[in-house]
């Protein structure tokens, strides 16, 4: 599990240090087009929806992991059950690293005197369970996983899934940000049916920790039988 | 360094319902140069990837020094499968950079040689930084073969290690691999399609052929058991007549046998008024294998 | 495999017969030592084992001995044990083709002696 962790860390440096690239040019851009002033622009909507981005960004690592970092590894005479730990051990490396970004994301606004601190939602994290932010990156990781590990056994079943979880991630960002921004989910929470919407969060929660499960039981079988070309 | 033994028994596997592998035995002794050669489909990858546990078997069993190599961590840290490398993985190019393999390798590998490797790198003029899709054909071998010489494992496969470089750089490979064998005496087993330049190089060559083993014995040994017997046809076909005739070429008249047989026996067609010429290992894995495609 | 090597007959043979050669030709004097089986191998890019495979043929014939931990050596009377060798072989190799081939072209006993005896006279001295 060494070897693995330390052939996969190879990769995930750059791949930090891309997301935090990322989060560099948004951040200096949004200073430079003046968003803490009250500007709307493209740099602010980066800026709130950077949480959700990183699980973006992250969905392609996690592809990644499944499938060249999976086929190089086992090429070299890694041990199926040593890369699949090794690979639980930089999901954690990737969720944590993302965590961190997200919270220092989440803390610049308020500590740097932004306005309109209302309006900033979800990237400050204020409605977020602790511990609930990693947890959705490991998910997306071991989604992006499933979706590799899917492409290397049918191009065309993996392209219609890769494709279907971009677009599904795209219209939740823009749900997200729909809702943020009108208060939709204050108007359901505290209207008729509030009780039912209340307990959405927590359907939600149990379905994505069974989603989780199961994705991680299939990577395992996967990788267990995996055939390197 | 002690080796194990990797043997294969009653090797099986099928791909979509076609059996790719037919109940397969092989042992690989230590210390010696093997060449596997086979036609394209006859399972020499296939074999590869199975013997090295990185391919499924779908019957028999692969074992390295007894135990079974699946998941077998001494046997994956022993043995080095070096594969032809491609520009394009999975989807897209392959991004990696040359340095990456080496460091993976440095990383696998628990004898790898980095000193070793570096000097093959300004041998054959790679640089580090350069990405697999920029790399030509010629150079994407060089790259796998640095990578095998250098692992330094107790067991090193390369398959197709000289597909894509000139006859000059061939011959190079062929040096550069006795060099390192005289020094280490380490296990090599090279698959190849160009028979007749290796042939001197492999101390036993093993045939593969749909998916079963042909022979597997020591080159010259297997070489020695064959002839071409030419000249009037009533002559040879007399001379052939205890002979095992692998192929019969006519010309009028003229009719040339190639031929199987001990000692002995070719002594007797030497009696006869015919020509009796040797077979290289490349007519004899034509003879034996073409099954009528070459003439 | 080098230039000088063929397909024509197997490699260890071949590597046997240019020591042979050499032994004769004075190349390597007796006591003197002849090439290792690496340098062999290196020397015409073939496998160690079929190098040693010639030298140890021509040890089993007494013609070359090992000094252990040094290398191969000439043997004491090597020259001439060769000479014995190859007179043994002669027969069967040279002579035997020659009547076979001589039939072939239909040429008498008297004929094949008479063109023997030429390429005596023309030849070298005996």
């Known amino acids: 599990m060494v070897k693995s962790t330390r052939f996969l860390s190879q990769f995930v440096w750059p791949n930090l240090a891309a997301v935090l690239a990322f989060a560099v040019?948004?951040?200096?851009?949004?200073?430079?087009?003046?968003?803490?002033?009250?500007?709307?622009?493209?740099?602010?909507?980066?800026?709130?929806?950077?949480?959700i981005m990183e699980l973006f960004i992250l969905y392609f690592y996690g592809f990644a992991l499944c499938t060249n970092n999976l086929n190089l590894a086992l090429s070299f005479g890694a041990r199926r059950r040593d890369f699949f730990w090794g690979m639980q051990g930089t999901m954690l490396l990737y969720a944590g690293a993302c965590w961190l970004l997200q919270a220092l994301m989440s803390v610049l606004p308020q500590q740097g005197g932004w306005t309109e601190l209302s309006r900033w939602g979800w990237v400050l994290g204020e409605d977020l369970p602790v511990g609930m932010y990693p947890f959705l990156c490991v998910l997306v990781l071991v989604l992006g996983g499933l979706s590799g590990l899917v492409m290397a056994r049918s191009k065309v079943w993996g392209t219609v899934l890769s494709v279907a979880a971009v677009l599904?991630?795209?219209?939740?960002?823009?749900?997200l940000f729909i809702v943020?921004?009108?208060?939709?989910?204050?108007?359901?929470?505290?209207?008729?049916?509030?009780?039912?919407?209340?307990?959405?969060?927590?359907?939600?929660?149990?379905?994505?920790?069974?989603?989780?499960?199961?994705?991680?039981?299939?990577?395992?079988?996967?990788?267990?039988?995996?055939?390197?070309? | 360094m002690s080796t194990g033994i990797l043997k294969a028994q009653g090797l099986c596997k099928s791909y979509k319902n076609k059996q790719v592998l037919h109940n397969l035995d092989l042992t690989i002794e230590p210390g010696k140069i093997y060449g596997l050669i086979g036609r394209n489909g006859a399972g020499k990858t296939t074999l590869l990837g199975i013997l090295t546990a990185q391919n499924t078997k779908d019957g028999g069993q692969v074992t390295y020094n007894g135990q079974d190599v699946?998941?077998?961590?001494?046997?994956?840290?022993?043995?080095?499968?070096?594969?032809?490398?491609?520009s394009t993985m999975f989807y897209g190019r392959n991004n990696l950079k040359i340095k990456h393999y080496l460091k993976s390798a440095a990383i696998y590998y628990p004898n790898w040689d980095k000193d070793y490797a570096q000097r093959l790198l300004e041998e054959f003029k790679l640089e580090p930084q350069k990405k697999i899709y920029q790399l030509s054909k010629g150079q994407l071998s060089m790259v796998t073969i640095t990578i095998a010489l250098a692992s330094r494992s107790p067991i090193t496969i390369l398959d197709e290690p000289a597909a894509g470089l000139d006859v000059v750089m061939r011959e190079r490979f062929y040096q550069?691999?006795?060099?390192?064998f005289a020094q280490t005496n380490r296990t090599f087993l090279v698959s190849t399609h160009i028979i007749e330049e290796a042939a001197s190089v492999f101390e036993q060559v093993i045939i593969l052929d749909e998916g079963r083993i042909l022979e597997n014995c020591p080159t010259e040994e297997l070489v020695d058991q064959f002839r071409y017997i030419s000249g009037r046809e009533d002559e040879v076909d007399r001379v052939c007549a205890g002979l095992e005739i692998l192929s019969v070429h006519q010309m009028g008249r003229h009719k040339t046998v190639a031929v199987r047989g001990s000692g002995v026996k070719l002594e007797d067609a030497r009696k006869a008024d015919v020509d009796i010429?040797?077979?290289?290992?490349?007519?004899?894995?034509?003879?034996?294998?073409?099954?009528?495609?070459?003439q | 495999m080098h230039g000088t090597l063929n397909d024509q007959s197997l490699i260890y043979l071949q590597i046997a017969k240019m020591l042979e050669d050499d032994i004769l030709r004075g190349v390597y004097q007796e006591e003197e030592q002849v090439p290792s089986t690496n340098e062999l191998a290196r020397g015409y890019n073939i496998n160690p084992a079929t190098a040693a495979k010639g030298i140890n043929l021509l040890v089993a014939d007494g013609i070359l001995y090992k000094k252990r931990g040094i290398g191969m050596f000439v043997s004491?009377?090597?020259?001439?044990?060769?000479?014995?060798?190859?007179?043994?072989?002669?027969?069967?190799?040279?002579?035997?083709?020659?009547?076979?081939?001589?039939?072939?072209?239909?040429?008498?006993?008297?004929?094949?002696?008479?063109?023997?005896?030429?390429?005596?006279?023309?030849?070298?001295?005996?």
């Open chain 1, 25 to 51: 040019i948004v951040v200096a851009g949004c200073y430079i087009t003046g968003v803490p002033q009250g500007t709307h622009n493209l740099f602010r909507s980066y800026y709130s929806a950077f949480p």
């Open chain 1, 168 to 175: 599904l991630m795209i219209a939740l960002c823009a749900l």
């Open chain 1, 180 to 229: 943020a921004d009108i208060g939709l989910w204050e108007f359901l929470v505290n209207g008729e049916y509030g009780g039912l919407w209340g307990n959405l969060p927590y359907l939600l929660g149990g379905a994505a920790l069974l989603i989780f499960l199961v994705g991680e039981a299939v990577i395992w079988r996967t990788v267990k039988g995996y055939v390197v070309r």
């Open chain 2, 70 to 86: 699946w998941e077998n961590q001494q046997a994956l840290n022993d043995i080095c499968f070096s594969r032809e490398m491609q």
């Open chain 2, 176 to 180: 550069l691999l006795l060099e390192d």
């Open chain 2, 277 to 294: 010429a040797p077979m290289n290992l490349q007519n004899v894995f034509v003879a034996l294998c073409s099954h009528g495609d070459a």
């Open chain 3, 76 to 126: 004491q009377g090597a020259g001439e044990a060769v000479k014995q060798k190859r007179k043994a072989a002669f027969y069967d190799g040279y002579v035997k083709p020659l009547v076979k081939e001589g039939a072939s072209l239909n040429l008498s006993g008297e004929e094949l002696l008479a063109m023997v005896h030429r390429a005596i006279e023309e030849g070298e001295p005996l």
